[in-house]
C-alpha cells in the first residue's frame, strides 16, 4: 500500500489534489486539506504532478 502525506508548511491549501485524486484520498477540512483515505490510493501520482508547491509525497 503506498505511503501518502502532505507537507503542510508547503502546501498553500489550494485544493488541486482533492478535485484531482480519483480515489478520493484527500479531503478538504476548510484550513487545510488532509490525508483521509491512504488506503485508497492507488499511486498513480496524479496529485504530486498537480501539486503547485511539491507538498505531496507518494511512497510506493
Known amino acids: ?3 501518502v502525506s502532505i507537507d503542510q508548511e508547503r ?3 489550494c485544493k488541486t489534489c482533492v478535485s484531482t485524486c ?3 484520498v ?4 476548510g484550513d487545510k486539506v488532509v ?3 491512504e ?3 492507488i499511486a498513480c501520482m496524479g496529485c504530486v504532478a498537480a501539486c ?3 507538498a505531496i ?3 510506493e
Open 1 to 3: 500500500m503506498p505511503g
Open 39 to 41: 488506503d485508497e490510493c
Open 22 to 24: 480519483p480515489m478520493g
Open 52 to 54: 503547485p508547491t511539491e
Open 26 to 29: 484527500y479531503v478538504d477540512e
Open 11 to 13: 502546501c498553500v491549501n
Open 35 to 37: 490525508v483521509a483515505a
Open 57 to 59: 509525497t507518494v511512497v
